[in-house]
Nanobody, 124 residues
Framework: QVQLVETGGGLVQAGGSLRLACAAS????????MGWFRQAPGKVREFVAA?????????AYADSVKGRFTISRDNAQNTVYLQMNDLKTEDTAVYYC????????????????WGQGTQVTVSS
């Protein structure tokens, strides 16, 4: 069983930056694919980014965030990060961290464990 706790959300102006962190406990973090998802009001939850534990940390991004967001992980600290730059109003959402047993990057929400979410609000 893996427990996930997200931190770092908040209110930021468009063009600004935020870094989200997700601390994992209770499981084998270093053998999990870690993902970030988001859900805006009235919309379905969508994939943002994911990072594997193989291949030096292979990553994948949604097209909407590519070039602006960076996912990284620190296995020694059991933490995954999402650095968000050049934020846009359409990035406003609750951001969720997720963990998936295995090595393959998955863009669907087929993950085994989820955090409670952290709100990111981008103002114009």
């Amino acid at each position: 069983q893996v427990q996930l706790v997200e931190t770092g959300g908040g209110l930021v102006q468009a063009g600004g930056s935020l870094r989200l962190a997700c601390a994992a406990s209770g499981g084998t973090f270093s053998r999990c694919v870690m993902g970030w998802f988001r859900q805006a009001p009235g919309k379905v939850r969508e994939f943002v980014a994911a990072i594997s534990w193989v291949g030096g940390g292979i990553t994948a991004y949604a097209d909407s965030v590519k070039g602006r967001f960076t996912i990284s992980r620190d296995n020694a600290q059991n933490t995954v990060y999402l650095q968000m730059n050049d934020l846009k109003t359409e990035d406003t959402a609750v951001y969720y961290c997720a963990a998936r047993l295995g090595a393959y990057l998955v863009r669907s929400d087929d993950y085994d464990y989820w955090g409670q979410g952290t709100q990111v609000t981008v103002s114009s």
